[in-house]
């Protein structure tokens, strides 16, 4: 058994596809069929039911904890090597609501703290980070939930409130209303799987306002432009509206009783190992009060 075997039967127990992982290793299906078959004789075990979805049994996905754990391993290992030439690259994923507001502001600061470190930044759905940084393809993630996931080190990077927002030219715009004024205005807001959504269903369900909705997005920019025209209000994050409102075009409607908030992390694996500059840099973005000091430069 190789390096490289482990690297395919991660790559396949990740995607749960063998022509998806091929295409990811840039191989023929089958040779991942074959080292499939090779370490499925080599142990006596098998490692995936094959179907018309594959899956793993229960070895297969013992099998996959203890390849992440080498294969993170040895990135590690080739880490602290580059370390010791004076050059750190730690591989950053931001979800999206932090891309589209603070993270360049913070990559900025930080190039400039930490110049021996280098920060290639992914932007994606917090989903997709937690998948990639399970795989090992980054290295740390800001993502908007706790993941809940004992393989995963999080780490509370600051909490964001949550408020309903207009257009500066809305009726509401800046004013102090109840539940039943709401109730008279049409909402714009995100499809029903969404974090986001769920909090305002259950505020709309415990203060019996029921609101008509004038559409339903799934992209935060996409809420916001149709905010702007005046299709309706928002409940969103502050973060989210932070440039918007600096401009003075979107305005916060206050009501009474809303104190939620969405809470953002830092996660990466238990297994990764950090090397000096990286643990500094994990110490100071997670220190009281950094983040929140680019959020109140409004």
Excluded at 203 to 212: I, T
Excluded at 232 to 247: P, S, V
Aim: net charge positive.
């Amino acid at each position: 058994m190789t390096i490289r075997d482990l690297q395919i039967i991660a790559a396949v127990g990740h995607s749960l596809n063998m022509s998806k992982a091929a295409n990811d290793l840039l191989i023929s299906q089958s040779s991942v069929s074959q080292v499939i078959m090779t370490i499925e004789k080599e142990f006596q075990v098998k490692l995936f039911i094959r179907g018309k979805n594959l899956k793993l049994t229960s070895n297969g996905q013992r099998f996959l904890e203890h390849a992440n754990i080498i294969l993170g391993d040895i990135e590690n290992l080739k880490r602290n090597m580059e370390a010791l030439k004076g050059r750190s690259v730690l591989r950053l994923g931001s979800c999206v609501m932090i891309a589209q507001t603070i993270i360049y502001q913070i990559l900025e600061e930080m190039q400039n703290i930490f110049p021996s470190l280098e920060i290639p930044l992914e932007v994606a759905d917090t989903a997709d980070l937690l998948k990639d940084l399970r795989k090992g393809v980054i290295d740390v993630a800001i993502i908007h939930r706790n993941p809940k996931d004992k393989s995963l080190i999080c780490r509370l990077l600051f909490n964001d409130a949550m408020s309903f927002v207009c257009s500066a030219s809305h009726p509401l715009a800046g004013k102090h209303i109840s539940w039943d004024v709401l109730e008279k205005y049409k909402l714009v807001t995100y499809d029903n799987g969404s974090y986001t959504r769920k909090i305002l269903d259950h505020l709309l369900a415990v203060h019996h306002c029921n609101p008509a909705f004038n559409g339903i997005y799934y992209y935060p920019a996409d809420i916001k432009t149709a905010v702007l025209h005046n299709r309706g209000i928002a409940f969103l994050t502050d973060i989210c509206t932070r440039n918007e409102r600096k401009q003075g075009l979107l305005s916060r409607i206050k009501i009474d009783d809303i104190k939620y908030y969405k809470s953002f992390y830092l996660v990466y694996r238990k297994n990764f190992m950090l090397d000096e500059t990286m643990t500094k840099w994990v110490k100071f973005i997670c220190q009281s009060g950094y983040i929140e000091h680019f959020l109140n430069e409004e």
